[in-house]
């Protein structure tokens, strides 16, 4: 199974400041199609999740451009570049669909402000 | 707007069955394909079941495979969960989510909370 590690699992940060999520999986991530389907989720405390990043660097509709995505094979990174309140919660990032389990999501990194 | 409402959540006991819903709306239900997507009190996010848009391929992680049935009804725009042989660890918050075009999850809905206790 492809096993997904984030780090780290817990980031204070302080306002305005940067921030940078590390997401890792066990296999090549690159699929048969040429594609890297690595997305990022961001729930906020006591909302559903939402979709932040596709395809490893696409941003959703709406997403704030201080939000970006990077990486390739089995290393990713998800960044903040001035981190604003509403930014907490947990993100997670996510993999599909490399069998057996068509989709992985990472543990989760929960961010607060210091 | 894409709206999801999930329905059936409740508490049961282990060893129960339980049939959880899902009303789309704001979109061409037919089209897309759709998983479930859980989460235990507190824990992160599990992936639980797939089904694509004319219900030929079905998927569900090796934790609920031959306990849960995942269908759809297009004419109704809704998605189904049922859950049978209920363990303690599948009390969770269920989600059902709009499968994206990129192997990603593009809409959730707010969820309903399955809890299984004695």
């Known amino acids: 199974d492809v096993v997904m590690t984030q780090s780290p699992l817990s980031l204070p940060v302080t306002l305005g400041q940067a921030a940078s999520i590390s997401c890792r999986s066990s296999?090549?991530?690159?699929?048969?199609?040429?594609?890297?389907?690595l997305n990022w989720f961001h729930q906020r405390p006591g909302q559903s999740p939402r979709r932040l990043i596709y395809?490893?660097?696409n941003r959703d509709s709406g997403v704030p451009d201080r939000f970006s995505g990077s990486g390739s094979g089995t290393d990713f990174t998800l960044k903040i570049s001035r981190v604003e309140a509403e930014d907490v919660g947990v993100y997670y990032c996510?993999?599909?669909?490399?069998?057996?389990?068509?989709?992985?999501f990472g543990p989760g990194t929960k961010v607060d402000i210091k | 707007e894409v709206l999801l409402v999930e329905s059936g959540g409740g508490l049961v006991q282990p060893g129960g069955s339980l049939r959880l819903s899902c009303a789309a709306s704001?979109?061409?239900?037919?089209?897309?394909?759709m998983s479930w997507v859980r989460q235990a009190p507190g824990k992160g996010l599990e992936w639980v079941s797939y089904?694509?848009?004319?219900?030929?391929?079905?998927h569900y992680a090796d934790s609920v495979k031959g306990r849960f049935t995942v269908s759809r009804d297009n004419a109704k725009n809704s998605l189904y969960l049922q859950m049978n042989s209920l363990k303690d660890e599948d009390t969770a918050v269920y989600y059902c989510?709009?499968?994206?075009?990129?192997?990603?999850?593009?809409?959730w809905g707010q969820g309903t909370l399955v809890t299984v206790s004695s």
């Open positions: 989510a709009r499968d994206g075009l990129y192997w990603d999850f593009d809409s």
């Open positions: 395809q490893v660097s």
């Open positions: 089904i694509s848009g004319s219900s030929g391929a079905i």
């Open positions: 296999q090549s991530l690159l699929y048969s199609d040429g594609n890297t389907y």
């Open positions: 704001g979109f061409t239900f037919s089209i897309y394909s």
């Open positions: 996510m993999q599909g669909p490399h069998w057996p389990s068509l989709f992985t």
